[in-house]
């Protein structure tokens, strides 16, 4: 194996495996959803407005870039809004719960946090030659900069205005 079909493989390897657990995740928020109101209401009491809406997009949400990412479409893009799920989640949710996600009950950060790292990471490397965006000249693997850019407005700059737009925290009892 030369060094270019290595890197390929590292990409493709890394772009299934982020996409399956972006879908796999959504998949079973489809489940949740399914079950009754409890996603929007515990999404409410994080302090995000319209707990329904926000149940429904974080799910559609993760459902949409889960394939993208396994198939190589579009694929700065996907990593970005992998990066910006995992970030809204990290802020709204985990931030303040320490660094561990197996310490029960506190479900820390690590988790999300490493995801946003590795989205942002691998979006700048785009998708690798073996991906559809290359197959069809979307999206050519080889632009970093071009490829963060995208990955960093969508991630960073979709979690500021998602923030902005929907989250209201509460503010603790003095």
């Known amino acids: 194996m030369d060094s270019i079909d290595a890197v390929n493989l590292a ?6 495996w982020v996409g399956a657990v972006m879908l796999i995740h959504g998949w079973n928020h ?3 959803l399914r079950a009754g109101p409890g996603m929007a209401n515990w999404l409410t009491g994080l ?5 329904k809406l926000q149940a429904l997009m974080l799910t559609w949400a993760e459902v949409g870039v889960g394939p993208l990412l396994v198939l190589g479409v579009l694929t700065p893009l996907a990593y970005g809004g992998a990066a910006s799920l995992m970030l809204v989640a990290w802020i ?3 931030r303040d719960k320490g660094f ?3 310490a029960r009950p506190t479900e820390g950060w690590e988790y999300v946090a490493t ?8 979006g700048a490397l785009g998708p690798g030659e073996w991906a559809i965006d290359d197959a069809i000249d979307l999206w050519t693997y080889g ?4 490829s963060l850019a995208v990955a960093a ?3 960073l700059g979709g979690t500021a205005a998602y923030l902005l737009a929907f989250w209201r925290p509460r503010r603790a009892s003095s």
């Not at 990409?11 to 299934?16: D, E, G, K």
């Not at 302090?47 to 707990?51: A, F």
């Not at 995801?115 to 691998?122: M, P």
């Open 30 to 32: 489809v489940k949740a």
């Open 143 to 146: 632009n970093p900069a071009r």
């Open 153 to 155: 407005i969508v991630g």
């Open 47 to 51: 302090g995000l407005s319209h707990g």
């Open 11 to 16: 990409l493709l390897a890394a772009r299934v």
């Open 100 to 102: 561990f996600i197996t």
């Open 115 to 122: 995801l946003v790292v590795l989205s942002l990471a691998l």
């Open 92 to 94: 709204t949710n985990h």
